[in-house]
Nanobody
């Protein structure tokens, strides 16, 4: 089974930066696949970014492209979401997620929450204006 633990949320001023961490375990040596989602009050959970060793590429939602980056530290088994130029509309609970263990594909252009079965506990990011 894949287990995920998130950290790094908090309060940040608009225009600032913050880095979220997703520590993961349970992936085989053959690869990993981690996606980030976020959910604001009263809104649907939306995909933010994804990274997969299947194709070595990353994916980003249009709303964060150019501001956010995603990376994996293999030695620490941790995926990072670096958030720059933050806006108040980025305020949300951020989750990292993994697909079923049998999944071996890369990141889709559009991330669908229902395709992911393992989830972190979520970490709150609040961007003040």
């Amino acid at each position: 089974e894949v287990q995920l633990v998130e950290s790094g949320g908090g309060l940040v001023q608009a225009g600032g930066s913050r880095r979220l961490s997703c520590a993961h375990s349970g992936f085989t040596y053959a690869g990993f696949h981690i996606a980030w989602f976020r959910q604001a009050p009263g809104k649907e959970r939306e995909g933010v970014s994804c990274i997969s060793s299947a194709d070595g590429t990353t994916a980003f939602a249009d709303s964060v492209r150019g501001r956010f980056t995603i990376s994996n530290d293999n030695a620490k088994n941790t995926v990072y979401l670096q958030m720059n130029s933050l806006k108040p509309e980025d305020t949300a609970v951020y989750y990292c997620a993994a697909p079923p263990t049998y999944y071996s594909g890369g990141c889709a252009r559009v991330l669908i929450a229902e395709n992911y079965h393992s989830w972190g506990q979520g970490t709150q990011v609040t961007v003040s204006s």
